[in-house]
Nanobody, 124 residues
C-alpha cells in the first residue's frame, strides 16, 4: 500500500506564492508519472501539471508560466511551485501518482494513487 501526503496549502493574497509538496511512502518499487490536480468550488477536478519518470513536464494552459512541477526522486516527493496566484486558482489540490509496489510474492504491481488533498485559497 502507498500513501500520498500533501502539504503546503493555505491562504495567500492575489499575486502571492505557495509551494505544495506531496510525499509518497510505502512499499515502493518505483514511481512513474506524478500529477497535480485541483478541484475548485462547484467545478470538476482538472489536471494542473504532470511530471514523468524522466522529468518531462506538462501544464494546463491556465497555469503555464506561473506554476512549476518538480520532484525529488530520492525523497519520493513531488512539488508544485505556484507563483502569481489568482483567485481562480482557489481549489483543493490533489497529488496523483502511478506507483509500482512490491507484492508479497516479490512481484511488482502498478497502481494509481491519490492524496487526500490540500486547500489553497487565494484572496482578491
Amino acid at each position: 500500500q502507498v500513501q500520498l501526503v500533501e502539504s503546503g496549502g493555505g491562504l495567500v493574497q492575489t499575486g502571492g506564492s505557495l509551494r505544495l509538496s506531496c510525499a509518497a511512502s510505502g512499499s515502493i518499487f518505483s514511481i512513474n508519472t506524478m500529477r497535480w490536480y485541483r478541484q475548485g468550488p462547484g467545478k470538476q477536478r482538472e489536471l494542473v501539471a504532470t511530471i514523468s519518470s524522466t522529468g518531462s513536464t506538462n501544464y494546463a494552459d491556465s497555469v503555464k508560466g506561473r506554476f512549476a512541477i518538480s520532484k525529488d526522486n530520492a525523497k519520493n516527493t513531488v512539488y508544485l511551485q505556484m507563483n502569481s496566484l489568482k483567485p481562480e486558482d482557489t481549489a483543493v489540490y490533489y497529488c496523483n501518482a502511478d506507483v509500482r509496489t512490491w507484492t508479497e510474492d516479490r512481484n511488482t504491481l502498478l497502481r494509481n494513487y491519490w492524496g487526500q488533498g490540500t486547500q489553497v485559497t487565494v484572496s482578491p
